[in-house]
């Protein structure tokens, strides 16, 4: 069966320091990837998405980055955190001919101090 | 516009008893899904069901089931005999499938969710 993880699971990190967070699909290959982020006491916003190595879509301008080094590897970054990168983050996939259903990561707690 | 519409931001449910969140949503494309999150306070987002566009009956998965009313463009979510457990947000959510799309793209574009208590 397929899961995905990412990780860490929580940060706290000041203003001006860089991100990485991490999450891998195991179980399948080729899936789509995304990340969302859910600001405090709101829905989820669509950060990135790819349909493959290397590419990356972006949906909102913004302080972060994706990439993806490997087939089932999706990676968010940022060089230089702001406050208002605090949140919620998730990772999810699907597989791109299925039409159905996304599956969510258990989602990475960032605060920026 | 808001492309999904949840207009409860919370809702107080006693044990047992069914609840329906609500969730309206907007799009031009005819194909297209609909889904229903599940938020506990734990954070994972865990998938309860999913209706698609064409078809024809409405989805049941358990004691969810989705009443799914296409002329009025309304997904609610029924929750039958409803438990503790259940306490959590819920989220609506919709897949867009233009014509013409790579289907290797399926975004999601959330509502801003209804948060269910179940009272004992």
């Known amino acids: 069966s397929q899961t995905i993880h990412q990780w860490p699971a929580t940060l706290v990190q000041p203003v001006g320091s860089p991100l990485s967070l991490e999450c891998t699909v195991e179980?399948?290959?080729?899936?789509?990837l995304y990340w969302y982020r859910q600001a405090a006491g709101r829905g989820l916003q669509l950060l990135f998405y790819?349909?493959?190595?290397?590419?990356i879509s972006s949906e909102v301008p913004q302080n972060l980055s994706a990439s993806r080094p490997q087939d089932r590897q999706f990676i968010l970054s940022s060089k230089k955190l702001l406050l208002s990168d605090s949140g919620f983050y998730l990772c999810?996939?699907?597989?791109?001919?299925?039409?159905?259903?996304?599956?969510f990561g258990e989602g990475s707690w960032l605060t920026v101090v | 516009a808001q492309k999904i519409t949840q207009t409860q931001p919370g809702m107080f449910v006693q044990e047992k008893e069914a609840v329906t969140l609500d969730c309206t949503y907007d799009?031009?494309?005819?194909?297209?899904?609909l889904f229903w999150y599940k938020q506990p306070s734990s954070g994972e987002m865990i998938f309860l069901i999913y209706?698609?566009?064409?078809?024809?009956q409405n989805a049941t998965e358990g004691r969810y089931s989705l009443n799914f009313q296409k002329a009025r463009k309304s997904a609610n979510l029924v929750i039958s005999a409803s438990q503790l457990g259940d306490s959590a947000m819920y989220f609506c959510?919709?897949?867009?499938?233009?014509?013409?799309?790579?289907?290797?793209?399926?975004?999601?574009?959330f509502g801003t969710g209804t948060r269910l208590t179940i009272i004992p």
């Open positions: 999810a996939w699907t597989l791109g001919n299925s039409g159905n259903t996304i599956y």
């Open positions: 179980g399948t290959s080729n899936p789509n």
């Open positions: 790819s349909v493959g190595i290397g590419q």
């Open positions: 799009t031009s494309d005819p194909s297209y899904g």
């Open positions: 209706q698609g566009s064409y078809d024809q």
């Open positions: 959510a919709m897949r867009e499938d233009p014509l013409g799309s790579n289907f290797g793209n399926e975004k999601l574009t």
